[in-house]
């Protein structure tokens, strides 16, 4: 089965920028989304189809696929985006998830 | 405003039977797939399957841990979808979320989840 590998934790100064990566076979070739979720919320996607924003997710989230990893990457870390982030991607009709990595903003 | 609001969630015995309702309202339910995602304490997120719209013949898609076990279905007239589950195990416990899908665009709206525990 396919499977998506995450570094379990990152930690960032504010206002610096914090990169979050997300490796699979042949990643580039597929779709990928990220996932916030803070302590006792449901998850938002951030990011869609590598790089998009959905409306009302902050500027500072970016995302990039290529080869087998995919990025995220918050631009000007903020103390509110300490969270939990997942990746996301498919195979074939499946939906996979990464294992997660909690962003640490210290 | 969009709203996805799960219900059903409670405690079970192992091999029994219960069933996740997820009431949607601000959009047109019919025209959207939707899935379900789980936690488990502490874990993070897995795939349980999807239902894709009418439009595209209102087929599921299961993950393998869930499969022949697990059946999604929907009431497009109440917006509503089901997450059907049988011979349930201890490691199904979790928060079961209910999600807007759309393949390659991933899953842009989230219940607030609801709390499966499977124990004696």
Do not use: H
């Amino acid at each position: 089965s396919y499977e998506l590998t995450q570094p379990p934790s990152v930690s960032v100064s504010p206002g610096q920028t914090a990169s979050i990566t997300c490796s699979g076979d042949k990643l580039g070739d597929k779709y990928a989304c990220w996932y916030q979720q803070k302590p006792g919320q449901s998850p938002v996607l951030v990011i869609y189809q590598d790089s998009k924003r959905p409306s009302g997710i902050p500027e500072r989230f970016s995302g990039s696929n290529s080869g087998n990893t995919a990025t995220l990457t918050i631009s000007g870390t903020q103390a509110m985006d300490e969270a939990d982030y997942y990746c996301q991607a498919w195979d074939s009709i499946s939906v996979v998830f990464g294992g997660g990595t909690k962003l640490t903003v210290l | 405003e969009v709203q996805l609001v799960e219900s059903g969630g409670g405690l079970v015995q192992p091999g029994r039977s219960l069933r996740l309702s997820c009431t949607a309202s601000g959009f047109t339910f019919g025209d959207y797939a939707m899935s379900w995602v789980r936690q488990a304490p502490g874990k993070g997120l897995e795939w349980v399957g999807f239902i894709r719209s009418k439009a595209y013949g209102g087929t599921t898609e299961y993950a393998a841990s869930v499969k022949g076990r697990f059946t999604i279905s929907r009431d497009d007239s109440k917006s509503i979808a089901y997450l059907q589950m049988n011979s349930l195990k201890t490691e199904d416990t979790a928060v079961y979320y209910c999600t807007s899908y759309s393949s390659g665009f991933g899953m842009d709206v989230w219940g607030q989840g609801t709390t499966v525990t499977v124990s004696s």
